[in-house]
């Protein structure tokens, strides 16, 4: 069983080449919470995988609500996959105490560099980068098999980077104010398509007088919205205007509503 959560659509792909490796199905993280899914029957000895972005050098916030509320009756070895832009910082181990907290074992942490996403800070990589993150994503996956089936449990991130615990703590406190919706705008070349509103995987997004309205103080921030406008209406602060949008390009998002 593998459990994902996914803005634009990396770590979905990610999720979905593990899937096929390992003859799992994968199960939406934004779908379990809007049905109150929270109880799995899991196989003996089953692995549970989360594959999710990195943000602000740690886990979604989304996912960790997810993890708040998920009641498994059996003894549960986890792994963790994450996808990241730059580097991860110390995403695995602040995910480890999280688990541990909880009581959940998170045995395996790994991590896949994909194209980042984050344009209220950083660019989109070009298009023959991206081509290449992705294309080096089916490798990584494969190495990640390998190593569930034949290592011993582990934290296998290496993109770290440097002085990993000091960033993640500071970037955990920005994380807490970036959550906030008050910086979304829409510009005039919204639409009123309301594809925003429907895929906004918090329904913090409703349509009032045919524009979008953040309708949630704070949302994970998943840029999904902002990404996938077709209008590319709609900013975050100040320099996203002129910034590339971002959807991975191996998921047929006209087929996926919300991920
Ligand atoms: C709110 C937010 C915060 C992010 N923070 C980080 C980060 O701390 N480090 C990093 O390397 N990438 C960061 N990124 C980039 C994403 O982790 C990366 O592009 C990821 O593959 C996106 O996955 P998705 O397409 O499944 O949403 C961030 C992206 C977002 C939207
Ligand atoms: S997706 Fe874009 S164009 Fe459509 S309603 Fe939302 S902001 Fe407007
Ligand atoms: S409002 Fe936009 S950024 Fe926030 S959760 Fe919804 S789609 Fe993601």
């Not at 994902?4 to 939406?28: K, P």
Request: charged fraction near 20%.
């Amino acid at each position: 069983m593998i459990f994902y959560f996914s803005g634009t659509g990396n770590s979905l792909y990610v999720a979905r080449l593990l899937a096929d490796e390992l003859n799992d199905c994968i199960i939406s993280i934004p779908d379990c919470i809007n049905n109150g899914t929270f109880e799995f029957e899991l196989k003996d000895s089953e692995k549970i995988g989360i594959v999710t972005p990195v943000y602000f050098y740690g886990l979604p916030s989304i996912v960790e609500t997810f993890l708040d509320k998920l009641n498994l009756k059996k003894y549960s070895s986890f792994y963790l996959v994450v996808t990241f832009g730059s580097f991860t910082a110390n995403t695995g181990p602040n995910a480890q105490k999280y688990f541990s907290g909880l009581g959940l074992n998170l045995d395996h942490i790994f991590s896949v560099k994909m194209p980042e996403n984050y344009v209220p800070l950083l660019k989109v990589p070009s298009q023959d980068v991206c081509s290449a993150l992705i294309s080096d994503a089916q490798k990584s996956v494969h190495d990640i098999v390998k190593i569930l089936d034949e290592n011993p449990p582990g934290d296998y991130d290496i993109h770290k980077g440097k002085f990993p615990g000091i960033v993640s703590s500071l970037c955990r406190m920005i994380y807490k104010d970036g959550m906030t919706t008050k910086k979304f705008w829409v510009d005039d070349a919204c639409t009123s398509c309301g594809l925003c509103e429907r895929i906004c995987p918090t329904n913090a997004i409703s349509l009032q007088d045919g524009k979008p309205c953040w309708t949630k103080d704070i949302c994970p921030r998943c840029l999904a919205c902002l990404h996938r406008c077709p209008s590319s209406a709609i900013q975050l602060g100040h320099f996203t205007k002129k910034k590339d949008r971002y959807v991975n390009p191996e998921i047929n998002f006209n087929q996926e509503i919300r991920q």
